[in-house]
């Protein structure tokens, strides 16, 4: 990598850092570019050089928190003998960091209702959703089928979208019960039913 994309990598890095934390702390509406850009130690005009907007450093987190959370189910799943075992794996790969999870549902969840009334932020919202259903529902299809170059059909994108629903729901249940261990319990119980009947 040249220097100067090193360092474009770092100010990136450093952003979505800041970002996370001032949004945790604050709330996505209650953000401000000024504590996005004190938190980061870095400017307004290094910020603008690398994102549009807070819109756009959100979904960057978005789109990293996925990638982190789609990795470690994908390795899950290549790794496992058996299925019971692949998702297994992968839910105590999801929610390893119970405090983490918790962060990031709460600014997650307040985009999403953002979205909800905002008619771009749901579109770029809908593209990423898309994306991630179709990266899980790739890895189950081809732990499935045993090969690693099959394409995902509409059941296994079903599944994918059964799977990111009950993972969602039981976190968000989680963000006012405080009780990690029955969410995952919870998950473990269902997933398996939900993805094999699909």
Same mark, same amino acid.
């Given at each position: @990598?040249?220097?100067?994309?090193?360092?474009?990598?770092?100010?990136?890095?450093?952003?979505?850092?800041?970002?996370? #934390?001032?949004?945790? #702390?604050?709330?996505?509406?209650?953000?401000? @570019?000024?504590?996005?850009?004190? %938190?980061?130690?870095?400017? %307004?005009? $290094?910020?603008?050089? /690398?994102? #549009?907007?807070?819109?756009?450093?959100?979904?960057?987190?978005?789109?990293?928190?996925?990638?982190?959370?789609?990795?470690?189910?994908?390795?899950?799943?290549? /790794?496992?003998?058996?299925?019971?075992?692949?998702?297994?794996?992968?839910?105590?790969?999801?929610? $390893?960091?119970?405090?983490?999870?918790?962060?990031?549902?709460?600014?997650?969840?307040?985009?999403?209702?953002?979205?909800?009334? /905002?008619? #771009?932020?749901? %579109?770029?919202?809908?593209?990423?959703?898309? %994306?991630?259903?179709?990266?899980?529902?790739?890895?189950?299809?081809?732990?499935?089928?045993?090969?690693?170059?099959?394409?995902?059909?509409?059941?296994?994108?079903?599944?994918?979208?059964?799977?990111?629903?009950?993972?969602?729901?039981?976190?968000?249940?989680?963000l006012v019960e405080r009780?990690?261990?029955?969410?995952r319990r919870t998950?473990?119980?269902?997933?398996?039913?939900?993805?094999?009947?699909?």
């Open positions: @990598m040249a220097k100067g994309e090193q360092t474009r990598a770092r100010t990136v890095a450093r952003f979505l850092e800041a970002g996370a #934390d001032v949004f945790a #702390d604050r709330g996505f509406h209650a953000a401000t @570019m000024a504590q996005i850009c004190e %938190r980061a130690g870095l400017s %307004r005009g $290094a910020f603008y050089s /690398n994102f #549009d907007s807070k819109e756009s450093l959100f979904l960057a987190l978005f789109e990293q928190h996925a990638a982190t959370q789609l990795d470690a189910v994908a390795s899950a799943f290549e /790794n496992a003998p058996d299925f019971d075992t692949a998702v297994s794996t992968a839910v105590g790969a999801a929610v $390893a960091d119970p405090d983490a999870e918790h962060r990031w549902f709460l600014i997650s969840t307040e985009f999403t209702i953002y979205a909800a009334r /905002n008619a #771009d932020a749901a %579109r770029l919202l809908v593209e990423h959703d898309t %994306r991630v259903r179709s990266r899980l529902a790739t890895t189950i299809a081809r732990f499935a089928t045993g090969d690693a170059a099959a394409q995902p059909s509409e059941d296994d994108l079903e599944a994918a979208r059964f799977a990111i629903a009950l993972y969602e729901g039981v976190q968000l249940g989680a009780d990690a261990y029955q969410a998950m473990l119980r269902f997933l398996p039913l939900g993805v094999k009947n699909s």
